[in-house]
């Protein structure tokens, strides 16, 4: 496993970052809004570190898209000036004052009234994470404002436990940030999507958020956790706190997800949430219990070696995700569903059949 991790490639540096204002011409642009945990790197245009700040930064990043773009990947700008037809750019970045970031999210939201907040997992760097974001809102026909929480990861295999005491530390920034954006004017709904160690995150926030007593805020939460590094215990610990979301709870999973099966041996062999069988009727009797949908994505080609990014290639699936409104979609029914990639469509554990996902 640990060499199979190894071997995935060059990854991007902070360089990556850099701005090339004359990038957007005539092409597609992404603005992302950040709110990071991170300490400011020394070099503005480098980003962000991956040491803890005391208190949250925030940003925004545009970034141009190419128009030779392959769905559920980034072409980097690994060469010291990209090529804006050839790679992603950042053509604009500015640092932003608590104040600005509410300002700048609101007027955006004004016309959709929707945010997409996006929660990183173990092993990312910040320009990973925000090009990741900037992917999948290129991807998808997503119309909320996408936001990208960033927590300190080291971004280093070894340091597994250090991005878990990391994302502890984290706890309380989430918090905040949910409370900020869902108590914007223009805000109705914000969907919060985290991935593997951020879907730890995004869930400990949620307890936070109910053990305040904040229902407000969560009303106006759409939740989505792919491929959730979770133990399952604490999963049910968290929420049975949390209690029941209106859409339910959306737990991506897979059973062939290598990562998720190093972590459950790195930890006691505790099964994750990630990888609960939606072909048990005890899990799927929990799942409408807890009010909450598990979606077997395990059809979705993956285009990293563990499996474990899968999240990245379902920009289909995206549109129905945020569609809190349509009371008829079997998304907002908890229990289990399986997600075929062929046809895109959706069906129950138990009756192969089937439902179209636009259905009828």
Known sequence: MLITLAGCGTRPGPEVLRSYPDGSEGRRTVTIYVATSREAAEVAHEG????RAENLSYAAF????????????IEWP????????????????????????????NADASDSGRIALFVHGFNVS???????????????????????????????????ATDRESATFSRD????????????SKVRSVMLFGHSMGGWLSMEALRQLALEGDRPALRKLNVILAAPDIDEDVFNAQLDV?????????????ADDRALAASRLLQGNHQRAGQLDITDPDVVAKAREEHVLLLDISSVSSSDPLNHSRYADLAAIYPELEDTNDMSSPLRQAGALIFDAVGNTLSAPFDLAGDALAGD
Request: charged content about 15%; hydrophobic content about 40%.
């Open 48 to 51: 962000f570190t991956n040491d």
């Open 242 to 254: 949390i209690g029941p979301l209106d859409p339910p709870l959306l737990v991506m999973v897979s």
């Open 173 to 184: 920034g989430l918090t905040d940030v949910l409370e900020q954006l869902t108590s914007l």
């Open 78 to 105: 690994y060469s010291a000036r990209p090529h804006p037809d050839t790679k992603f750019t950042v053509v604009r970045h500015v640092v932003l004052s608590k104040q600005a970031f509410d300002k700048a999210v």
């Open 126 to 160: 910040f320009q990973e994470g925000l090009f990741r974001l900037a992917q999948l809102s290129a991807d998808s026909e997503i119309t909320g404002v996408p936001v990208f929480f960033s927590w300190p990861s080291q971004a280093r295999l070894l340091d597994y």
């Open 62 to 73: 545009t970034i141009s898209i190419p128009p030779n773009h392959v769905s559920g990947e």
